[in-house]
């Protein structure tokens, strides 16, 4: 069942090719710009994902190929992760339309945020420190809580366009259903670094020899299976249906739908 699942993955080249190609004619290609290029790079990316998926904290793959390696994956999808939560901000900053300088302010804390994220999961992935992807994880609780409220205080106390409503009500119910998900994804990730041994609170000493074999590893090393355990559960699969294929994909063509 879970490897019909990882199949049913390739459902999502479709979809997001088809919200590309949507992007790409009229109305939709005079949308601000700041709004369409981040959602175009997500469908595209999204769509490179279903068709090879992995899991990078495992080095696990679907289909045992260079396009499925953990590196070129991850260097694709950190343009995508900055780009698409600089969107959502953006979106927020378009709503308060200067009416409360502290969303404004918020609203960048979000995507330093994200980015400090990378720099966790890069370095989980080139030392071999499970420990981080707790820190990453850690930052998108933080981005989708700082979403959730602002999205509620705008609601309440801002001007708004009504057309802009749905948005904030899709956001709040988005943070109402991701936040409690996020605390389980999290709570997994610290029972796995505690199996493996390793420090929950340490960062890892830069040494070379460990970097590079992690730089190869995330370069060559690719371990396909299709079992329950290895792509994360439940958790892995409703991540990767929700992400790649339905919710973020849906969501953001909304917003460039909207505008």
Not at 51 to 71: A, C, E, Q
Request: one cysteine or more.
């Amino acid at each position: 069942m879970y490897n019909y699942l990882l199949w049913c993955l390739k459902i999502g080249i479709v979809t997001n090719l088809f919200l590309f190609f949507k992007t790409l004619n009229e109305p939709f290609s005079s949308v601000d710009v700041y709004l369409l290029a981040p959602a175009q790079l997500l469908f595209l990316i999204s769509a490179y994902r279903c068709l090879f998926p992995n899991n990078y904290s495992r080095k696990i793959v679907l289909h045992d190929t260079f396009f499925s390696s953990i590196f070129l994956t991850r260097f694709l999808v950190t343009f995508v992760e900055i780009a698409y939560i600089y969107q959502f901000s953006y979106v927020l900053r378009l709503i308060n339309d200067n009416q409360f300088l502290i969303v404004d302010l918020l609203s960048w804390t979000m995507v330093l945020q994200v980015s400090i994220s990378q720099f966790f999961v890069w370095s989980a992935i080139l030392f071999n420190e499970e420990n981080l992807y707790f820190y990453e994880e850690l930052g998108w609780f933080v981005i989708f809580s700082i979403n959730t409220i602002l999205s509620i205080f705008l609601y309440f106390f801002a001007e708004i366009h009504s057309t802009q409503v749905v948005l904030l009500i899709i956001s709040t119910i988005f943070g109402f259903l991701y936040l409690p998900w996020q605390v389980i994804h999290i709570r997994m990730i610290k029972r796995r670094v505690r199996q493996m041994s390793q420090s929950e609170g340490s960062l890892p000493a830069f040494k070379k020899e460990i970097f590079f074999k992690g730089l190869r590893k995330s370069l060559y090393e690719r371990i396909k299976v299709t079992d329950y355990d290895s792509w994360g559960g439940w958790v892995g699969m409703t991540w990767m249906y929700n992400y790649w294929i339905i919710l973020i994909p849906g969501w953001m063509f909304y917003i460039v739908y909207i505008f």
